[in-house]
């Protein structure tokens, strides 16, 4: 008995071709005709006020609102430097001198170390009593390393260079001070501390 081979017919019924348009040669057939009206999205539970109050805090904070649109953000950028542009040339006018510098990343450091210093105790106005803000200084050296973490592998060597000097430095004048502070006789304020309540 002889084999007798099936033929058979391969039929493409996508409907959209590989570049995303719609195929006109491809029969439309009635099931795809038909459309179904789109499901009723289940209505959210009604929060009660209760719930509202047990709502955990992290998650009010990861509910932000929402950005500003791309043409509000270029309005507001070019609002601002218009407005930089006309304190250039008031200070430039005044001083007779230069306007502002330019922000760069050096410069932001130097002012967290700046900041830092000040808030130890290691800067201030001359005829002025030394006043140092162990948790304000503490607060700039955690925002510096913050920015260490998040800029790593975008730094030149410069300006790595320069954050790891400036955090070393912070870090180990931080620790003088609160050490002193930890050392100085109960009551007593230690050298350019704040006095340390009584138990």
Do not use: C, H
Request: proline share 8%.
């Amino acid at each position: 008995m002889a084999d007798k081979k099936e033929e058979f017919v391969v039929s493409d019924r996508r409907r959209f071709a590989p570049e995303g348009d719609l195929r006109t040669d491809v029969p439309v057939t009635e099931e795809q005709t038909t459309v179904a009206a789109p499901a009723k999205p289940p209505a959210a539970p009604a929060v009660t006020a209760e719930a509202q109050a047990t709502k955990p805090a992290e998650q009010e904070l990861e509910e932000m609102p929402a950005p500003p649109t791309a043409a509000e953000q270029l309005e507001q950028s070019a609002a601002y430097k218009a407005s930089g542009k006309k304190m250039d040339d008031m200070l430039t006018g005044a001083s007779g001198g230069k306007g502002m510098p330019e922000m760069t990343f050096e410069r932001l450091v130097e002012s967290f170390y700046m900041s830092a210093l000040f808030q130890l105790g290691a800067i201030r106005q001359e005829g002025e009593p030394t006043n140092v803000d162990i948790v304000s200084a503490r607060q700039t050296i955690d925002s510096l390393s913050l920015i260490q973490e998040k800029t790593k592998g975008n730094l030149s060597d410069r300006e790595q260079v320069l954050l790891q000097n400036v955090l070393f430095e912070l870090r180990m004048a931080w620790i003088e001070v609160t050490n002193a502070i930890a050392s100085a006789p109960k009551g007593k304020a230690a050298a350019g501390g704040p006095p340390i309540a009584k138990k």
